[in-house]
């Protein structure tokens, strides 16, 4: 079995038992500009800053909170660069990357936001209200997720690549996704697909319904 067919039946099984919106284009200049990208765009974004602090603040798939607290200042430096990228002039990898990469730290923040829950489900609003400036727009997490990466990209790869905080979702790489490199997806010997940075594995998304297995944050 070849790994694009690996994922594509991993992928028809998440599907299955997946409660998640579906899939919607956006429209307006939003969908103007990942047209773009996807048409012509050339140019990188760099992600070494998010990758720095993953390196230090990930162990085993899980986030170390209180690291990423004191860190706050270079994730808030990182997510604004997230804010005013120019997302029709990159190229699709790196439009793709970039989406993953701000879906997955949005998602660390708004957990930094809220110390004191124990869940990221019992934050109102987290993927349907919140807004997070990235590309120049204010999108949710629903939006970046169903609007933009599953509709435009159609790539399964997703569900292995976003974090939603909690057990049921893909563990949080030590690394930043990178446009230029692919991504292989490989099933660990308890039967939980992850991502690694070399080859396509593909899945599709689902939302948790568990709490957060990170580290808590200090009170």
């Not at 860190?71 to 660069?81: M, N």
């Not at 939603?164 to 099933?187: I, K, M, V």
């Amino acid at each position: 079995m070849t790994l694009t067919s690996c994922g594509v039946v991993l992928a028809a099984g998440i599907a299955a038992g997946c409660g998640a919106p579906s899939a919607k284009r956006a429209t307006g200049g939003l969908a103007k500009a990942v047209e773009a990208s996807l048409a012509r765009g050339t140019e990188r974004f760099d992600h070494a800053a998010w990758g720095a602090l993953l390196e230090r603040g990930t162990k085993g798939g899980l986030v170390d909170y209180r690291f990423m607290q004191e860190q706050r200042a270079g994730l808030d430096s990182y997510l604004k660069s997230i804010g005013e990228a120019r997302l029709d002039r990159l190229s699709a990898g790196h439009l793709e990357a970039l989406l993953i990469n701000a879906y997955n730290a949005c998602t660390v923040q708004s957990i930094l936001d809220h110390p004191d829950v124990t869940s990221i489900r019992k934050i109102p609003g987290v993927w349907t209200e919140t807004k997070h400036r990235v590309g120049g727009f204010d999108l949710t997490l629903d939006d970046i997720e169903h609007r933009l990466l599953r509709p435009f990209f159609r790539d399964p790869r997703l569900h292995f690549a976003l974090n939603c905080a909690s057990r049921s979702c893909a563990p949080l790489p030590p690394w930043a996704y990178d446009g230029g490199r692919g991504f292989w997806c490989r099933s660990t010997s308890t039967g939980t697909a992850v991502i690694s940075r070399r080859r396509g594995g593909r899945g599709r998304r689902r939302r948790s319904r568990r709490s957060s297995p990170t580290t808590p944050l200090p009170t």
